[in-house]
DNA sequence: ATCCGCGTGTGAAACCTTTCACTGATGGGC
DNA sequence: GCCCATCAGTGAAAGGTTTCACACGCGGAT
């Protein structure tokens, strides 16, 4: 950028002093109407633009929301991020969208990077269940906010419950009739795989079936790939042990089984039921309609903004909440062959 | 955030002066190694973290690149992201992905808050043709390059030849044997919607078709839900006159055209055959297998940082390029009755 | 003996904003 | 006629970093 106009060279013009240009910045009903207009219209011939950096540098917080996502790909979380921007720019913040890409490594760059930057405050899906990474900037006085995961009393948190979710998914699969079913998902160490996992399994149990009724699949990542990967591993099978159904950790890698399925002309939910989880819009669009379980995605993002700017501006009052939606099931052909014309 | 300490406070625990402990951070190769260490130590102690926001206002130029995008919830844009991060990553910087929606307005708001941070530079997919307030902001010293857009030699740019490939999606469907062709998309203020619409006529006149061989069905944006809009409207449509071929402005539209197709059991390609536009990883997965047009996604964002960050860090020896792809056309089930089986 | 250059290290100045204690003026209440 | 409260506006100080001209000491060349 080349030389700006400052507030000093502003108020010069104006003709007043520079607390009175930041006063008309920021606090307008503090300055007359006429001298306000004087400074308005020299702003205006002058072109100036606030620097944001020197005024971060003296309010000693940014206004910019720092949300770190585990795929960008994910369609799951670009609805999720559009919930946090509507939320944010309600209150006149932006929001810098970053991808850990379920990676530490990254998510511990992007941690610093936000610190470095003093931002107004962090949203986080943390890659791993205990982050003292995270705990550490709290510590010093960065506020934080766990979205998609569940936490202590000690901070704000916005979840679905995945267990139940999990529970749904499988107790509609056994009503449809299977008893061997399979869970794909992985890596185990990402809580909601690990919750949606233990759901699977409750309801399970539940319906009487034995332990082995519930088969884990393990999967490296959560995205279409993955899913093809396991789509071929089930074809491969021996049919007499072959599960009947999967349920997939998301519907990533729902729609990877399910292209694979369909690539080798099995039938879905014949050969196969399929179960997703998420309901991103193109679970609906899929060759087979995909079954999915449904998270209020872009209201997670926007209660979680809520939260986040309830507590940095007013700490006082701020009472930590966590907050736990329903998940909801929503039933297409890939799982109810009634439902298959 | 609580006081944190200041390089003057790692400056006095290191006993050195503060200009050294700034050394130690941005030219550690003029430090004595003895004392570089102890300054590193002191760092440690202090738990020290660079106040970026004091960095930027004294070297005048954030570190961050701002990438106004028409619609993160397409993954064509999501994929360009991704490729933008790396390359910002390899040389330091991080990215604020802003999603414009396609609101001229809205464009605005972020064109005005890059400007307030001092923004690196900008990459833009800009949503309308001529943009003046772009044209503002480089005479004002602002680096922006276009993505997904040409432009006059007077800038940097990376795109795809739009034009080709709405050329090789409609001679494919020709080839196929289609003389009643839709174009679907909008709204045409669009430049890329444009040019794919130039394109199709283009290779409509190549092969002898009358002008109206290609019939525009507008459509108030790039979505699915717009897709199944039309869908219904082009079921609606008596089957004499009906056309036999959709060629969509992008694959959010051809997935909403396809499901309402499916929905209403009419045969994708037998009674519509069907072409998207980017080749999202969600096409192979539809219903029908959606043939689409490859647009180089990652690498188009990819190229488009580098150029940026050329322009920035060598303005003396920089010459502004306008990269422009080749698109590729793939071709699957939703367009060939050969490949279903 | 002198000078030069080099490797290290120094600290004031500049970057631009917000805040806050303060000044003057005006008008109302007593 | 005096005091007080209120309103409008002032300008110095602070915030943390980078940069740059400069100082210092030392070895080697002249």
């Given at each position: 950028?080349?030389?700006?106009?400052?507030?000093?060279d502003?108020?010069?013009?104006?003709?007043?002093?520079?607390?009175?240009v930041s006063?008309?910045?920021?606090?307008?009903?503090?300055?007359?109407?006429?001298?306000?207009?004087?400074v308005?219209?020299?702003?205006?011939?002058?072109?100036?633009?606030?620097?944001?950096?020197?005024?971060?540098l003296?309010?000693?917080?940014?206004?910019?929301?720092?949300?770190i996502?585990?795929?960008v790909?994910?369609?799951?979380?670009?609805?999720?991020?559009?919930?946090?921007e509507?939320a944010?720019?309600?209150?006149?913040?932006?929001?810098i969208?970053?991808?850990s890409?379920?990676?530490?490594?990254?998510?511990?760059h992007?941690?610093?990077?936000?610190?470095?930057?003093?931002?107004?405050?962090?949203?986080?899906?943390?890659?791993?269940?205990?982050?003292?990474?995270?705990?550490?900037?709290?510590?010093?006085g960065?506020?934080v906010?766990?979205?998609?995961?569940?936490s202590?009393?000690r901070?704000?948190?916005?979840?679905v419950?995945?267990?139940?979710g999990?529970e749904?998914?499988?107790a509609?699969?056994?009503?449809?009739?299977?008893?061997?079913?399979?869970?794909?998902?992985?890596?185990?160490?990402?809580?909601?795989?690990?919750?949606?996992?233990?759901?699977a399994?409750?309801?399970a149990?539940s319906?009487?079936?034995?332990?082995?009724?519930?088969?884990?699949?393990?999967?490296?990542?959560?995205?279409?790939?993955?899913?093809?990967?396991?789509?071929?591993?089930i074809?491969?099978?021996?049919?007499?042990?072959?599960?009947?159904?999967?349920?997939c950790?998301?519907?990533?890698?729902?729609?990877?089984?399910?292209?694979?399925?369909?690539r080798?002309?099995?039938?879905?939910?014949?050969?196969?039921a399929?179960v997703?989880?998420?309901?991103?819009?193109?679970?609906a669009?899929?060759?087979?309609p995909?079954?999915?379980v449904?998270?209020?995605?872009?209201?997670?993002?926007?209660t979680?903004?809520?939260?986040?700017?309830?507590?940095?501006?007013s700490?006082?009052?701020?009472q930590?909440r966590?907050?736990?939606?329903?998940?909801?099931?929503?039933?297409?052909e890939?799982?109810?062959?009634?439902?298959?014309?």
């Amino acid at each position: 950028m080349t030389e700006s106009a400052s507030v000093i060279d502003v108020a010069r013009r104006a003709g007043v002093s520079l607390g009175t240009v930041s006063n008309v910045l920021n606090r307008p009903e503090r300055v007359a109407p006429a001298t306000r207009e004087r400074v308005r219209q020299a702003i205006e011939e002058l072109e100036f633009v606030r620097n944001e950096a020197a005024r971060q540098l003296r309010t000693g917080r940014s206004r910019t929301i720092g949300l770190i996502v585990l795929d960008v790909g994910n369609p799951f979380f670009t609805d999720l991020a559009a919930g946090v921007e509507n939320a944010a720019e309600e209150a006149g913040l932006s929001v810098i969208l970053c991808n850990s890409g379920n990676s530490a490594t990254r998510e511990d760059h992007y941690l610093s990077l936000l610190q470095e930057q003093r931002a107004y405050g962090i949203l986080i899906t943390p890659v791993t269940g205990k982050n003292d990474r995270i705990q550490e900037l709290r510590a010093r006085g960065m506020q934080v906010v766990l979205v998609d995961r569940g936490s202590a009393k000690r901070q704000c948190s916005v979840s679905v419950d995945d267990v139940v979710g999990g529970e749904l998914a499988v107790a509609h699969l056994i009503a449809q009739g299977h008893e061997r079913i399979a869970f794909v998902g992985g890596p185990v160490s990402i809580n909601q795989v690990a919750d949606r996992l233990v759901g699977a399994r409750r309801a399970a149990r539940s319906a009487g079936l034995p332990k082995t009724a519930i088969r884990l699949i393990r999967t490296p990542g959560l995205n279409v790939a993955a899913g093809r990967k396991t789509g071929e591993q089930i074809a491969g099978m021996p049919p007499r042990t072959r599960p009947t159904a999967v349920f997939c950790a998301n519907d990533l890698l729902a729609l990877g089984v399910l292209q694979e399925m369909t690539r080798r002309n099995l039938d879905v939910p014949g050969d196969l039921a399929i179960v997703g989880y998420d309901d991103i819009d193109f679970a609906a669009a899929a060759a087979v309609p995909l079954t999915s379980v449904r998270q209020p995605r872009a209201q997670l993002g926007h209660t979680a903004a809520e939260l986040l700017i309830d507590e940095v501006s007013s700490p006082e009052t701020h009472q930590h909440r966590q907050v736990v939606f329903e998940p909801e099931l929503v039933v297409r052909e890939s799982s109810d062959a009634k439902l298959s014309t």
